[in-house]
């Protein structure tokens, strides 16, 4: 990864230190030459939300289909709120079976992480990552043989991830020349990408879903600890328990738009038997939008799935330093039967914990922020 750019003007200066380091190889694509890198690079510094040296390949219409793709697969929410329970407990009397039965298999899970006194001592967090996005074109929705392009063609990038609870995060992602910023305050969530207005998540803040592929053992337990056993099942022959959560209806209305519904969002974690590591997290998402003439609607169903691995620990935390996330869209209704898959491939090289100086200004959000409801 590369994370500093050399003075060019002059030899002697301090080199700048970059706000999110790159991959090696996606420093090589900004030039023909190591002289001809390094001003691209610069300038890519002065102005980053415009990608002017943009590789794209990811198959899509023009810039901003591609920014909302970026923002899809790189910076979701989960639907749910998550509140750090120190005990890590909720009572079993009067739970049914699959209740009692997931609160088990989450106590196995901080076991396996790393235990609870290691989760208590963390205060804050910072991780520093890799990813490699893969794409397909849209095909007909009964077209089963949807397939990504081949990772010759793949999109790299870097990411940066500050956290000091599950209210208060801020991310910063590069991909193929294209940043999307997202954060919450603690009382709003929002995103930002290239020239458009920083856009404020309707409801009240919740999670990045990236902390939930190995990065926050203590929000993933919290969360799945209000979840249900329903069954087992076999993951990269690792058998596996499987705990599921529903979006209450409430949470679901606050979260809609005038112009949007979401009809459901289902949440499961996969729990290996053997070492009650998370082993693959996965949520579906149905909206229903309205459509722009008639009384027709069109629905966009999300189901991403995320495979999750390479454990090691960092500070007495068992933390996942590598997966491959699965994302399938689906666009049905009105004039619309259509399907892409785009799939990212993710690494982290760096994580640590208790970050001193991360104060409240490291979470506000942009000047520009505008909400749903019209308001500044």
């Not at 999109?155 to 991909?175: R, S, T």
């Not at 329903?230 to 679901?252: M, Q, R, S, V, W």
């Not at 070492?275 to 149905?286: A, I, M, N, P, S």
């Not at 869209?329 to 785009?342: D, S, V």
Request: aromatic share 8%.
């Amino acid at each position: 990864m590369r994370k500093l750019c050399p003075n060019l003007d002059n030899e002697d200066g301090l080199e700048t230190v970059l706000e999110v380091p790159i991959p090696e190889e996606m420093f090589t694509l900004m030039g023909s030459s190591a002289i001809l890198r390094w001003h691209n690079l610069r300038t890519f510094m002065k102005n980053q939300s415009h990608g002017k040296y943009s590789t794209s390949h990811l198959p899509s219409g023009s810039n901003s289909e591609f920014m909302a793709l970026l923002k899809l697969v790189g910076s979701p929410l989960i639907p749910l709120q998550v509140h750090c329970d120190c005990a890590l407990t909720r009572p079993i009397k009067d739970c049914s079976i699959e209740a009692s039965t997931a609160k088990y298999i989450v106590q196995q899970y901080v076991a396996a992480i790393g235990g609870l006194a290691a989760l208590n001592a963390v205060n804050s967090m910072c991780a520093v990552g890799q990813v490699k996005m893969v794409g397909s074109e849209m095909h007909k929705a009964d077209d089963n043989s949807v397939q990504t392009t081949t990772k010759v063609n793949s999109e790299v990038g870097g990411f940066v991830l500050w956290q000091k609870n599950p209210d208060l995060w801020y991310l910063e992602l590069v991909v193929s020349g294209y940043k999307v910023s997202a954060g919450s305050d603690g009382s709003v969530a929002w995103n930002q990408s290239g020239s458009q207005p920083s856009h404020a998540n309707k409801g009240p803040p919740r999670p990045l879903r990236r902390f939930f592929q190995g990065l926050d053992p203590r929000s993933t337990a919290n969360l799945f600890l209000d979840a249900v056993c329903t069954g087992e099942k076999t993951i990269n022959k690792e058998e596996c328990f499987i705990l599921k959560l529903e979006t209450p209806a409430d949470i679901l209305q606050s979260q809609s738009t005038s112009q949007t519904e979401i009809v459901h969002h289902t949440i499961w974690g996969y729990f290996s038997q053997r070492t009650g590591l998370l082993v693959q997290f996965e949520d579906t998402k149905l909206v229903k939008m309205k459509a722009a003439r008639g009384d027709d609607h069109v629905f966009w169903e999300t189901t991403m799935e995320t495979l999750v691995g390479d454990y090691r620990y960092v500070d007495g935390i068992n933390i996942a330093h590598g997966g491959k996330t699965s994302a399938l869209l689906f666009r049905y209704g009105h004039a619309y039967n259509q399907k892409r898959r785009i799939e990212e491939t993710w690494e982290i090289d760096e994580v640590d914990f208790n970050i001193c100086g991360l104060s409240m200004e490291c979470f506000l959000p942009p000047s520009d922020l505008k909400r749903d409801d019209g308001e500044q």
